[in-house]
């Protein structure tokens, strides 16, 4: 039976596409390690009505691309759409400033991110084919203490 080109151009690229699924889904499924993230506290500064705020610089020290999300002042729990919806995607060396409400409530505090060490397209479509038990849970990096300005 003949087939024409079309169907054969078809066919070819379906299976192309089962082989690189099955190529990806094979691919150890073990995380680039735990990375280096730094988190540095750098100033309080004032935002709109005299909020005050933190800023925080984020540098990724390791060799993999991390992402870096879920900031939050350690301990405190978060509800819903109380919890800061800010992520960032670092490569190698790659740095980024952050800012957050200062913790009025305390007068001692850190920051706590989530870091994602299994960062990439290929991570992303091997979570996707494989049962989400198999993908590595993210874990937290904290920042220095950090002491509040006194109150003016």
């Known amino acids: 039976m003949r087939t024409s080109k079309t169907n054969l151009v078809i066919e070819i ?16 499924a073990s995380p680039p390690g735990r990375s280096q993230v730094s988190v540095k506290f750098l100033r309080f500064t004032n935002g709109p009505a005299n909020v005050p705020l933190a800023e925080f610089a984020i540098t990724n020290l390791g060799a993999s691309t991390v992402y870096c999300h879920r900031p939050a002042v350690a301990d405190m729990v978060y509800e819903g759409t109380n919890c800061p919806d800010w992520h960032v995607m670092l490569g190698n060396g790659e740095s980024t400033t952050f800012t957050m409400p200062a913790s009025t409530n305390l007068s001692l505090w850190m920051l706590k991110l989530e870091v994602d060490p299994d960062a990439g397209p290929i991570r992303a479509l091997q979570h996707f084919l494989h049962r989400q038990s198999a993908r590595p849970s993210p874990y937290p990096i904290y920042s220095d203490w950090v002491t509040n300005p006194p109150p003016p």
Do not use: E, K, Q, T
């Not at 690229?13 to 150890?28: S, Y």
């Open 13 to 28: 690229l379906v299976f192309l596409l089962v082989c690189f699924l099955v190529c990806v889904a094979f691919l150890p």
